[in-house]
């Protein structure tokens, strides 16, 4: 512990004969090591990470003593702590001090890209800490079908029934949100708010007096948003 002190000899033989030997007393101190972790608000956050999705990670830091506990640093030493967080691979992101946020982006990562890793180091004068923070990467579900049927009728009277089959993610329920656009407007609207679980969606659509053709979208994401 902090103020021990013990004595390193260093003993040379030679045919289990003592030749010479010499002794170095060491008092022991502080150890100049900085415990860091990051902590997520919840654990669903830190089972995988979704660029469509905001996060929001926070880290501690305590100081490592010599008997192999930690202690809380105090408010003097924790206003003189310098925070550098790092992300790889590179996405939108922001900090001050302990405080780390992911933004959400329509950035498309790497194919064989699996994992996001937080990296966060702490130091001050005399002391440095680092942490890291795995998060796998989660992939979007596997591109399916989408129907309509009939594949024409008419406007606001008749039903078209519009099914979304054999899209695949391991990580369900998969939801649904089903849109509408014209081409002469490049905007889409939603036939239904918010995402669903069912696959299907039976409706009637809207008509424009300028055009004959509606087109229909689709969007599906996993249990994590992907």
Avoid: H
């Avoid at 918010?194 to 696959?199: A, F, R, W």
């Amino acid at each position: 512990k902090k103020g021990d002190k013990i004595s390193v000899t260093l003993q040379v033989e030679k045919n289990s004969v003592t030749q010479t030997s010499s002794s170095l007393p060491i008092t022991i101190g502080d150890s100049n090591l900085l415990i860091v972790q990051i902590s997520c608000p919840s654990a669903l956050d830190c089972l995988k990470y979704t660029t469509s999705k905001e996060f929001l990670f926070s880290a501690t830091v305590s100081a490592a003593s010599s008997s192999g506990a930690s202690r809380e640093l105090t408010s003097g030493e924790l206003s003189k702590l310098n925070f550098t967080w790092s992300i790889s691979p590179t996405v939108p992101f922001a900090y001050f001090e302990d405080t780390l946020k992911l933004f959400s982006s329509t950035l498309q990562l790497p194919s064989n890209t699996n994992v996001l890793t937080i990296q966060l180091t702490v130091q001050n004068a005399t002391r440095s800490g680092t942490a890291y923070l795995n998060l796998t990467i989660n992939k979007p579900p596997s591109i399916g079908t989408l129907t309509a049927t009939p594949i024409s009728g008419n406007s606001l009277s008749t039903l078209f029934t519009l099914q979304a089959d054999n899209w695949q993610d391991d990580d369900i329920p998969l939801t649904y949100q089903f849109f509408y656009s014209f081409p002469s407007d490049g905007s889409a609207a939603t036939l239904l708010a918010g995402y669903m679980p069912d696959n299907k969606v039976i409706s009637i659509l809207p008509g424009q007096s300028s055009v004959n053709t509606v087109n229909i979208q689709l969007n599906v994401r996993d249990y994590f948003g992907g």
